[in-house]
């Protein structure tokens, strides 16, 4: 068995290989003729937000993304503006609502800015939703055909939980820049001199928070309906504080390109970030998403300079004999970790770095890890006492703890 060659449109037009793409995000090896609902990769993560606008020129000014695609009035779309925004193989795609009686909206409304769609590239659109289907899928959207100048894209959609949704999309007919009904469109902000370029460069994985209860039916449809294999397991001490605590398993594809973690609530003395979530939500949704960066101090440093805030770690983290011990040599001194506040772990397979932002937006919701592995296939579970701890006293500030 060797590992898929393919790469997803994403991947090849930001010039990744397969060698970057295992150290970034921890490829394994994977037969797709086998597998009942192959998927390539990711393809898009689409947002429904309050002013798309404005959320994607903040995304290029601070996150260094680039604007490289466009629907709205202009191009006859009279529902929505949309941006599509790139940073290496990561494309986000920024909807807000124009017409007052838009469904945009009425999901702003009950969720604030998030993620809508979670879009996977695969090989075989109906060969998937036939597979879904008969496993006892959602389909929300019948396999069809979108074209333009450009070529042929074939799509579908199933629902996933809350009011989330999978679009699989399969472009290997298509040209365009993003999808039919879209245009090129490029910014006409003018970058400062010196501000480096792509700030991370493949998505990682994308967590999914759930109602009490619910996790584990999620998994099966993970493992069920998209051939989705389990990889980690999280409970117990190793995810729980003095107050709180919450319940985690993680599916991942076949290559491990795409990966979901899947959070739930557990009993504790107060209540947990997953129930903060839920109710600030509105229901299910996507909490964070992990952005692969090789160069995690460059990307913190930069970020910071723009203004956007991480969780706090105490100094005693870091001066832990047992956390010194257990990690061994990383590839910067751990002062300098500490000066930023980034957290590392070590597991058997090598070692990473991660850290967190605060929510992102008004309601305490949607916020990214930023991370850069070396080896580790894990997601830092030697990390999540000290992040968990971070993320109460943030939601002690906010008076929801």
Same mark, same amino acid.
Request: glycine residues 10%.
């Given at each position: ?101 838009? @469904?945009? !909206?009425?999901?702003?409304?009950? #969720?604030?800015? =998030?993620? %809508? ?7 075989? *659109? +109906? ?69 480096? @370029?792509? !700030?991370?460069?493949?998505?990682? #994985?994308?967590? =999914?928070? %759930? ?7 999620? *998994? +099966? ?181």
């Amino acid at each position: 068995m060797s590992i898929d060659q393919t790469l997803t449109s994403q991947e090849r037009l930001a010039d990744l290989d397969l060698d970057q793409l295992r150290r970034l995000v921890g490829l394994v090896e994977y037969d797709p003729d086998g597998d009942p609902f192959p998927v390539t990769g990711w393809d898009a993560v689409v947002w429904s937000v309050g002013n798309a606008t404005q959320t994607a020129l903040f995304f290029q000014a601070v996150f260094g993304m680039e604007l490289v695609a466009y629907s709205g009035p202009e191009t006859g779309n009279r529902d929505h503006q949309a941006y599509v925004l790139r940073s290496g193989a990561v494309r986000f795609v920024f909807q807000g609502g124009v017409d007052p009686a838009s @469904t945009l !909206l009425d999901h702003h409304r009950r #969720h604030g800015d =998030g993620i %809508v769609d979670i879009a996977l590239e695969v090989p075989d *659109v +109906d060969r998937c939703i036939a597979h879904a289907r008969a496993q006892g899928a959602k389909v929300l959207v019948e396999p069809q055909d979108l074209s333009d100048e450009h070529g042929t894209v074939r799509t579908a959609a199933i629902a996933v939980y809350g009011d989330t949704r999978h679009t699989l999309v399969d472009r290997s007919r298509y040209t365009g820049p993003y999808l039919p009904g879209y245009v090129a469109r490029s910014s006409s902000r003018v970058k400062p001199e010196g501000k480096p @370029t792509r !700030l991370f460069q493949a998505l990682d #994985h994308v967590v =999914g928070n %759930v109602e009490l209860g619910r996790m584990n039916e999620w *998994v +099966d449809f993970y493992n069920r309906i998209m051939g989705f294999t389990n990889m980690a397991e999280f409970v117990g001490e190793d995810i729980a504080t003095e107050y709180s605590a919450l319940m985690s398993k993680v599916v991942a594809s076949g290559n491990h390109r795409v990966k979901f973690p899947l959070n739930e609530p557990a009993p504790g003395r107060k209540r947990s970030q997953i129930d903060e979530y839920l109710d600030f939500y509105g229901g299910p949704g996507a909490q964070h998403l992990a952005l692969a960066t090789d160069d995690i101090l460059r990307t913190v440093d930069v970020l910071r300079a723009e203004g956007i805030q991480f969780l706090a770690t105490p100094d005693s983290y870091y001066e832990d004999p047992a956390l010194r011990a257990r990690i061994g040599e990383v590839r910067v001194p751990i002062e300098e970790l500490q000066s930023r506040g980034i957290l590392v772990d070590r597991d058997s397979d090598g070692y990473l770095l991660q850290i967190f932002t605060k929510p992102l937006g008004d309601r305490p919701t949607v916020f990214f890890e930023l991370i850069e592995r070396h080896g580790s296939l894990g997601f830092g579970v030697g990390n999540f006492k000290a992040l968990f701890e971070a993320i109460e006293r943030e939601q002690a500030q906010r008076g929801n703890f």
